[in-house]
């Protein structure tokens, strides 16, 4: 095992303003000897995800910034190559939050690591519409939103991750369900494909006349996942006693300086007649993720929820598919094939 050699990609320099591929490093460590206890994984998949963008900064309110030098976080999935570890054996696919690298060493400790179930699904539903996204989706939409069918919820980035689960979710409640969406054909996908009743083109559509046609009986949740000049039309349609969820705030990720979270509360709470409007993390929920993977789970292997992902071939490919993620330029869940 000695003879190793690890590849990873670090954080060379803070942004200043939008990522670029410059702002990251592919570097090469020797993989250590295995000590009692611990376990060798070789990382298959990695997730690429919009929240890691804020720890990019120099300094951050929410999360702690990830440090120069530092390995890029990040969720994976691997398999188990060596182990001197009971519970952790060859052969074993694992989940976990490694970061941006070929191998990592795990034990017991290791946070929000756990072997994955047997299933003929590919092992990158636990990275999309099984894991943090499904996760945020299903947390957001249920403990947050609460819907009541025939309720209208409108769902921003609509085609992602997180937004294609929170409107099929949202269905499957009985309500009636908008996307808002980036291009002509992410729309089409999201009604046809997702079954939501109606999608918008943000990009080309009259947001004030768009939303009046879509939403006959104003809004009852808005599902937040971008923030900026979205909010400010879906405000003029919120009913009393909307609610809105906050996952992300995505469209203000590139300003190159810390990232105010409770921006678009603050900007829905002091709205006329203020919706119920928080910023949540996934986390909040932590001891609640099995009874949520399990029911994505099922719900994906009975065919009730679909997903789609775009997959980036190569490590050293990472930083684009990243830059790509923020740009919108994605379509479902962006996932790089170590």
């Known amino acids: 095992m000695n003879q190793l050699k690890n590849e990873l990609i670090v954080l060379s320099r803070h942004p200043d303003g939008e990522v670029t591929t410059e702002d990251f490093q592919l570097q090469e460590n020797r993989v250590e000897e295995l000590k009692e206890g611990e376990f060798l994984v070789e990382n298959r998949w990695l997730s690429i995800d919009p929240y890691t963008r804020p720890r990019l900064n120099r300094n951050t309110s929410f999360v702690d910034p990830i440090k120069l030098g530092e390995v890029i976080q990040g969720e994976t999935v691997g398999e ?192 006329p007649n203020a919706p119920l409007c928080r910023f949540f993390l996934v986390t909040e929920w932590y001891k609640d993720y099995a009874e949520a993977e399990g029911w994505l789970f099922n719900a994906v292997q009975q065919g009730d929820l679909k997903y789609r992902e775009t997959i980036t071939y190569g490590l050293e490919n990472a930083p684009q598919a990243f830059i790509d993620l923020l740009k919108g330029e994605h379509f479902g869940k962006q996932i790089v094939r170590v």
């Open 80 to 271: 188990v190559i060596s182990s001197k570890n009971s519970d952790f054996k060859s052969g074993d696919l694992i989940f976990s939050f490694s970061g941006w690298q070929k191998y990592w060493v795990g034990n017991e400790k290791s946070f929000a690591t756990s072997r994955l179930p047997s299933t003929e699904l590919s092992p990158t539903v636990f990275l999309g519409i099984v894991g943090t996204p499904g996760r945020a989706a299903y947390f957001g939409l249920n403990k947050i939103a609460k819907p009541v069918p025939g309720e209208t919820l409108v769902v921003s980035a609509a085609s992602g991750a997180v937004g294609s689960a929170v409107g099929q979710l949202g269905k499957m409640a009985g309500c009636r369900v908008v996307g808002i969406a980036g291009s002509d054909h992410k729309c089409r996908y999201v009604v046809e494909e997702l079954g939501f009743d109606q999608c918008i083109n943000y990009k080309k559509d009259d947001l004030n006349i768009a939303l009046s046609d879509a939403c006959p009986n104003g809004i009852d949740i808005y599902f937040e996942n971008v923030g900026g000049r979205v909010s400010l039309f879906v405000a003029k349609f919120l009913n009393e006693g909307a609610r809105v969820p906050i996952c992300g705030n995505v469209s203000n990720y590139n300003k190159g300086y810390d990232v105010d979270v409770s921006a678009p509360s603050k900007f829905f709470s002091s709205l």
